[in-house]
């Protein structure tokens, strides 16, 4: 397949590598930074037309304030759209509305790496079962590295927001610490060296349980995320496009 890579950070990177490995073809890459640079790169999607050099898929892992704008011009060119950049997700149903308008084909995750995927599974399933404990609380911790752009992390959120939706008890969650029993606390921590770590805290008066992903490197989620890029453009060739999650991907 043909991909444009929306944003040339880390993950950028790493997504261009697993392309290559895996025969694909990066036709564009779009980051103001790089382009600062002097380097061969388009500064915004604006710049290219992604329809006109066969585009098939578009992987956006910008920044959270252009990510809306990004994804927009892409399905509206006719070009599906791997999504990673979190703390924009306030604008999914006006993606959601864009694609059933446009007939076009968004692909969305906090996080690719097929691991935490299981582990969020895994999280909807045991807040379930802790809903009948009453005597156990539970809080969310995430670190990752200094140049985190968002707090709490998308993956952080996620696994917030699936435990507030199976667990009675829990009303809300907040990031920071709260003394609100009604509140989840998502507490994240920042350090030079932290690729990513996620910990849901189960605590009672006699025991705790802890689930815990740690991710070793970004390889992982680039893998995910070029995965997400062949499913989707599977999809759309069978003639289905609309929103899709890792859900789909991994069959969960």
Not at 55 to 68: H, K, N, R
Not at 107 to 130: D, H, K, P, T, W
Not at 167 to 174: A, G, I, P, Q, Y
Request: proline residues 3%.
């Amino acid at each position: 397949m043909k991909a444009a890579i929306i944003g040339y950070g880390k993950m950028g990177h790493a997504i261009e590598q697993i392309l290559r490995e895996r025969g694909h073809e990066v036709v564009a890459i779009v980051d103001e930074a790089r382009n600062a640079d002097g380097e061969s790169c388009y500064a915004k999607v604006s710049d290219v037309d992604v329809s006109a050099i066969g585009v098939d898929v578009a992987f956006e892992f910008s920044t959270p304030g252009a990510a809306l704008e990004n994804i927009k011009m892409c399905i509206e060119a006719g070009v599906p759209v791997v999504c990673g950049t979190t703390a924009w997700t306030a604008h999914l149903p006006e993606v959601e509305a864009l694609c059933k308008e446009r007939g076009g084909a968004f692909f969305y995750s906090s996080n690719y790496s097929i691991g935490v995927n299981v582990v969020f599974e895994i999280n909807r399933q045991l807040a379930r079962m802790m809903n009948r404990f009453p005597e156990y609380d539970v809080t969310i911790e995430e670190t990752h590295h200094t140049e985190k752009k968002d707090a709490p992390s998308g993956t952080a959120i996620t696994m917030a927001e699936d435990i507030v939706a199976a667990l009675e008890r829990k009303t809300s969650w907040v990031g920071g610490t709260t003394t609100e029993p009604g509140e989840l606390e998502v507490v994240s921590v920042r350090r030079s060296v932290a690729p990513g770590t996620h910990t849901v805290t189960y605590e009672s008066p006699v025991d705790s349980i802890t689930l815990t992903h740690n991710i070793k490197n970004r390889s992982g989620l680039a893998m995910g995320a070029v995965m997400a890029g062949e499913f989707l453009t599977s999809s759309v060739e069978a003639g289905e496009g609309g929103m899709f999650t890792m859900k789909d991907l991994l069959n969960l």
